[in-house]
């Protein structure tokens, strides 16, 4: 038989969702993403305790940045 499943899911969490699925499927299911709509992420992004926060420091130690958000004095030329 054939399904056709229709879901939102948060681009964070769609890394790896291919594979896991045709594992867990015996390579019987073919996953086709499309993106859908834009969602607010509520939470500061510099604050590390929050939600939006820790996707940042995730993904800037993953990128082998420093965890912190450097401030602007880092980024202005001293003439």
């Not at 964070?12 to 019987?28: K, M, P, V, Y």
Request: hydrophobic share 35%; with cysteine.
């Amino acid at each position: 038989p054939i399904y056709n499943v229709k879901a939102y899911l948060p681009v964070q969490e769609s890394f790896g969702f291919t594979a896991d699925l045709r594992s867990n499927t015996g390579g019987q299911a073919f996953p086709q993403c499309v993106f859908d709509h834009w969602q607010i992420f509520n939470g500061d992004p510099t604050d590390p305790s929050t939600a939006p926060g820790q996707v940042v420091t995730a993904a800037r130690k993953r990128k082998g940045l420093k965890e912190g958000i450097p401030s602007l004095d880092g980024f202005i030329d001293k003439m």
